[in-house]
């Protein structure tokens, strides 16, 4: 019985670092026009704060511009990872 709980623990803490993200997995954020703010993680995937700080929805395959006038085309829509940053140190 012992094992198997052990065995549990060990399993579950794995998902839980499975779903934590750092700002590490940030290759950049990038500044648009309207004051919001996409990041784009490393495995290409992107996510938004609205201007007010807030993870935001963003669908996939939206044109965005950015401050300096450059078009990006928003690819995925993570809001989990960007809330994740966003609130990492307001969580227990």
């Known amino acids: 019985m012992f094992k198997k709980m052990l065995a549990i623990v060990a399993l579950s803490s794995l998902g839980v670092t499975a779903y934590a993200v750092d700002a590490s997995q940030v290759e950049k954020s990038i500044e648009l026009k309207d004051g919001s703010t996409v990041y784009i993680f490393k495995d290409g ?5 609205d201007k007010y700080g807030r ?5 996939s395959g939206h ?3 950015t ?3 450059k078009k990006i ?16 140190d307001h969580r227990g």
């Open 45 to 49: 995937k992107m996510g938004m704060e």
């Open 55 to 59: 993870a935001t929805y963003m669908e």
């Open 63 to 65: 044109v965005m511009e």
């Open 67 to 69: 401050k300096d006038g």
């Open 73 to 88: 085309i928003m690819n995925g829509n993570e809001i989990w990872r960007v809330d994740e940053l966003l609130h990492k």
